[in-house]
């Protein structure tokens, strides 16, 4: 199965994340997707979107911490 990247399509609209220019993965909020949902790994309230539990993510502290600390 091929995959395709944002890149591979000439598409550099990073609109849909939360820092757009930063290192996070985590989704922007919006009123279709609310960011009302605590991480799954350290509790903490409000801090991912539907977008972002379907995907498996964990907050950006989370997943600093498990990635080396950036």
Known sequence: MARYYMDD???D???MFADP?????LRAASKRNP??????TCGTPNVLT???R???????SCADRDEGGY
């Open 50 to 52: 539907p977008a972002d």
């Open 35 to 40: 960011r009302n949902l605590p991480c799954p």
């Open 9 to 11: 399509c000439g598409d």
């Open 54 to 60: 379907a995907r498996g993510y964990q907050c950006d």
């Open 21 to 25: 220019g930063g290192k996070s993965a």
């Open 13 to 15: 609209d990073r609109s």
